[in-house]
């Protein structure tokens, strides 16, 4: 009885006080929040101890489970060393070592890290140096920037300009700067007879349009590699990043890859443009980064956008700044986080837990209301046919009585979980989502 107390405490002085993020609150009048008491493995768990498998690793950012002890004991050895230090004027090991080793993971293509809180900030930031670089490089006229259908690349100003999901931008519209849109090479829009490689051909002629019109205006096009993810996890082939590298090459213009949610091993290279052989002049990396532990992100770039802010000009320095950049906890979580990749070859481990959870599930993939069952990596999506604007909603409340965390984006039903599943988890979260399915659409 205590306990049920307890989750009914917690609730009504939410409600009173936190204003909770990509919500409705009038919703939680009929869907109540859950209190979370504690998280271990791959389960969150409420006061009530009912538990919940994360299946969407808590918004696409702990990679290695709840609680995990490795990086719990890299952060309290860091808590007795140093918590934190302005990074203007100073530096630190954990964010000397981290900036080597990310680099090294580039084979040293992006040697110079900048860093930022979170994942909008890291697209901020990279927006901005690139501007910047060709400012410096006597081409101001570079102001423009391109973006594809569908894509998010998060909620600052900055990053909405660059956004294209209605849902988060029109709202802000009139506070925004005008960006150039081309073609998303969502593979679900193949033709008949045409393969994702087609698609992908399609959408890279679509910004080969744009270039040759307009290139000497544009700063910049910036790509989320593989997996679209806010506008329903789209899924492209590789030679699209390939063919986009060329035209950027070809016709001076800076290229951008988002990895916030598809880096960190989440489509079966650490990296999600090492899947295409090519590598852009800015990454944004930030979620799985820290494990899921501690806001970080950062922007990776190449020595020549860096040489172009090298300079005793004050004006010509990249001046942005964040009061916590570089945290050290930040950074020691994130280099626990490296540390469990190389270790345990997670990356391989990975491929063969993808198998299997692919496997486990083939029934859901042929549900004859489920279209577009697809797959990169760690990360499955299937979409939902013939269901109205509540699904999501109801998706949700159903997966939680089922013993899942899983957030449905509109139609589309997406798991992302942490990379720590057992076989008896993998079979479980099939089953389940299965259920839960069934039970969505029956009304």
């Known amino acids: 009885m205590q306990d049920s107390k307890h989750n009914t405490d917690w609730v009504a002085r939410s409600l009173r006080s936190v204003w909770h993020p990509c919500t409705q609150m009038q919703h939680h009048e009929t869907v109540p929040l859950i209190p979370v008491s504690h998280g271990k493995g791959a389960w969150l768990y409420d006061h009530e101890g009912r538990r919940y498998l994360d299946a969407i690793s808590s918004w696409w950012v702990n990679l290695f489970g709840h609680a995990n ?38 084979g040293h293509q992006l040697g110079h890290a900048f860093y930022a809180s979170d994942g909008a900030s890291a697209v901020e930031i990279a927006l901005k140096m690139s501007f910047h670089a060709w400012r410096n490089s006597g081409k101001a ?57 087609d698609v992908a051909r399609r959408a890279a002629a679509d910004v080969q349009r744009l270039f040759e019109e307009k290139a000497g205006r544009i700063a910049a096009i910036i790509i989320e590699p593989l997996v679209q993810c806010a506008t ?91 009061s916590y950049t570089g945290n050290p906890l930040a950074c020691r979580a994130a280099l626990a986080t490296l540390d469990i990749f190389e270790q345990d070859g997670v990356l391989e481990a990975n ?27 760690m990360i499955w999506a299937f979409d939902a046919v013939d269901v109205d604007s509540s699904f999501s909603r109801r998706f949700f409340a159903n997966a939680t009585r089922n013993e899942l965390l899983l957030r449905p984006i509109g139609g589309t039903v997406y798991l992302m979980p942490p990379y720590i599943l057992s076989d008896e988890e993998i079979e479980g979260l099939a089953a389940r989502t299965l259920a839960v399915f069934e039970q969505t659409i029956a009304g």
């Open 69 to 106: 002890p490795r990086i719990n004991a890299a952060l309290k050895q860091q808590l007795d060393t140093l918590e934190h230090a302005m990074l203007a004027g100073f530096t630190h090991e954990p964010v000397i070592e981290l900036s080597e080793r990310l680099a090294a993971l580039t």
């Open 232 to 322: 329903g996890m789209a899924m492209h082939d590789p030679l699209y990043l390939k063919l986009v590298r060329e035209l950027c090459d070809r016709h001076g213009v800076h290229l951008i890859l988002d990895e916030i949610a598809v880096g960190c091993g989440r489509t079966g290279t650490f990296f999600a443009c090492e899947q295409a052989g090519i590598w852009p002049d800015f990454v944004c990396l930030s979620k799985g980064i820290s494990g899921g532990y501690l806001p970080l992100s950062l922007v990776l770039t190449r020595e020549e956008i860096y040489q172009a802010f090298y300079s005793s000009d004050i004006t010509r320095g990249f001046l942005h700044s964040h």
């Open 141 to 197: 006229d570079k102001q423009e920037f391109v973006c594809l259908q569908g894509s998010y690349h998060g909620e600052t100003i900055g990053a909405l300009a660059v956004t294209d999901v209605a849902l988060f931008k029109d709202a802000y519209g009139p506070l925004l700067r005008a960006s150039q849109t081309v073609m998303s090479p969502d593979a679900r829009q193949a033709a008949p007879g045409e393969s994702a490689e």
């Open 351 to 377: 491929r063969q837990r993808a198998e299997k959870l692919g496997a486990a599930l083939e029934p859901l993939a042929a549900h004859p209301r489920i279209r577009n069952a697809r797959s990169r990596g």
